[in-house]
Structure formats: structure tokens, C-alpha cells
């Protein structure tokens, strides 16, 4: 009969989540930020809080649930190896429940984790799963960072911008909108406060895995979350999001079937990217391949090469 999964005590529990929220609370008040962005590192660094005290907490537990779980057992016996993987995968579902609870980053760095094979299979598999689907914010906020960028008169450069966005994901959401030109386009908004959460989120994660490196000599995955944090950071500036879109469409000029949307520039800035809207479907989905005669086997292969 495998081991039971271990839980952490409810009283250990709550001492943790005081004590990080403590600590994180204590971090905020002695921020001395007097800059307009101020009111966003701090609101990240607020909600920051719950997500810390539940990353510690899961961090812990799973230490625990390894410690007691294989002591006592033959390190390269059957039964280390079978206790081994169902550890693996009780850890990695509980790391999946901290990302869908986390959401934002903790999302994207569960993705991160699953594209790695370094870790154990289960943490691959289990995470794979994870959507980047966030609930969409209020377009009041989207149309301040708009005014930020584009100038407190941004909208006389529309004939009409849909409040209700498209999509909506981690660090950002798109609305559909209208030129003065007629030219329909889609707005990809960034999120104010994300980029200090991504500090905040990251900060953490390099911390709990100094932890795990410590208690645990042979995982030392300290690169992992620095690795994350640099390919999170290249996302978060629209700018070179625009530059990378206008190198693939130079790539594939010659290709008939490859569109890639123009880049308006005039309405580009590292929070904000305004590119030409194209009506399309996701690659993902398989009823409209098969409509059009595309075999969704053989279109997978030929992504895969």
C-alpha cells in the first residue's frame, strides 16, 4: 500500500502563512517608493503576500512529504524508486494546485518547469496542463495605462475600441478597435502593476529554491527560477515583442500561407502593442482544421519538425 500523502498540520500551517505575511508586510511598509508607480509596487507587493505564504507552505510540505516518505528505504531499491515517483507526483499536484491558485506568473513558471526535462516526469507531466487564462480586468484600467502611453487623448486616434477584450492572459489582455482609417486592429494592453509583481513573484521563487538547494544538496535547481525570470522579462517589453513580429514577417515575406500582422508603431510602446487584427481561429483547434481539409495528425507532425 503506497504512503499516505503528507499535509501539512493546520496549526504549522497558519504559523507559516504569519509568519511570511509578516515578513512581507514589514517588506512593503519599508518601501520608500515616490515615484508615479509607486501605488503599484506597493498593491503587487500586497497581493504578493498570500501568494508567498502559499508557496512557502506547499515548499514545506513537500519537503516533508520526501523526508518522510523514503526514510528508511534502500536508496536504489525498487521500493525507493516506486515511493520515489509517487512523491514526485503528489509534490507535483500540489505545485500544480499553487500555480491555478497563484495564477499570473506562478502560471507561466509552472509552463516554464513542464518544457524542462531535468525534473522528474511527474513534475512535467502534472504541470503540462496549466492554462494561461486569466478573468480580464475592468476596461477603467486598461484605459489608464492607455492614457499613460498613448496621452490622455489616446481615443481620438480610434473610431471605436471594444471594451470587452478578446483574450486575456497573464500579463496582459487585447481589445478589438477601430483607426480613424478604418483599419481594424488589436490592442494587446499590459497589466499596470506586472511587472512588479513579476520582481516580487521571482524574488520568491529564487528564494524557496535556495531553500530546497540547501536541504537538499543534488536538486540544486537555483537556475531555474534566474532562467525564468530573464525569458519573463523579454515578454514584459512590447517594443521588442514588435521588433521580433516585424523580423518574422521579413522571414516569410515570400510566404503565401505565413501572415504576420503589421505593427503600428505610432501606437506602440513597451506597455502597449497595436498590431493589425486578423479573424482567425487557434491552432489548437481541431474542428475548424478539419473543416478546411487540414489532417490535425499530420499537422501536428509537421509543427514537431
Known amino acids: 500500500m503506497p504512503p499516505k500523502p503528507f499535509n501539512f498540520p493546520a496549526k504549522r500551517t497558519a504559523a507559516i502563512f504569519l509568519l511570511t505575511t509578516t515578513a512581507a508586510a514589514a517588506f512593503t ?37 520526501y523526508e518522510f516518505s523514503l526514510r528508511g528505504l534502500p536508496k536504489y531499491s525498487d521500493q525507493y524508486r516506486k515511493t520515489s515517483s509517487q512523491v514526485h507526483l503528489r509534490s507535483a499536484e500540489r505545485f500544480l494546485k499553487l500555480c491555478e491558485s497563484n495564477k499570473g506568473f506562478y502560471v507561466k513558471a509552472g509552463q516554464f518547469i513542464a518544457s524542462q ?14 492554462q494561461d487564462q486569466v478573468a480580464p480586468l475592468p476596461f477603467k484600467v486598461i484605459e489608464k495605462v492607455l492614457k499613460d502611453n498613448l496621452g490622455p487623448d489616446f481615443s481620438e486616434k480610434f473610431l471605436s475600441i471594444d471594451e470587452r ?69 523579454s515578454e514584459l517589453d512590447f517594443v521588442q515583442e514588435a521588433r521580433n513580429s516585424e523580423r518574422a514577417a521579413k522571414n516569410f515575406r515570400n510566404n503565401k500561407i505565413v501572415r504576420i500582422p503589421n505593427v503600428f508603431w505610432e501606437l506602440t510602446t513597451r506597455q502597449v502593442l497595436t498590431m493589425e487584427f486578423y479573424a482567425g481561429h487557434k491552432i489548437d483547434d481541431l474542428d475548424f482544421l478539419s473543416e478546411i481539409g487540414v489532417d490535425p495528425e499530420k499537422f501536428v507532425i509537421l509543427l514537431s519538425c
Do not use: C
Open 117 to 130: 526535462k531535468v525534473l522528474p516526469r511527474e513534475y512535467s507531466s502534472t504541470l503540462s496542463s496549466l
Open 165 to 233: 477584450p478578446i483574450g486575456a492572459a497573464s500579463i496582459a489582455q487585447v481589445h478589438h478597435a477601430v483607426l480613424k482609417s478604418g483599419q481594424e486592429v488589436a490592442i494587446k494592453v499590459q497589466y499596470p502593476w506586472i511587472e512588479q509583481q513579476m520582481h516580487f513573484d521571482t524574488r520568491t521563487m529564487y528564494f524557496l529554491s535556495k531553500v530546497i538547494a540547501w536541504l537538499y544538496p543534488q536538486y540544486r535547481f537555483e537556475w531555474l527560477p534566474l532562467t525564468f525570470a530573464k525569458s519573463v522579462s
Open 29 to 65: 511598509a519599508n518601501s520608500d517608493e515616490s515615484s508615479p508607480l509607486a501605488a503599484d509596487k506597493i498593491r503587487a507587493q500586497i497581493h504578493g503576500i498570500a501568494r508567498t505564504a502559499r508557496a512557502v507552505s506547499t515548499v514545506a510540505s513537500t519537503v516533508v512529504d
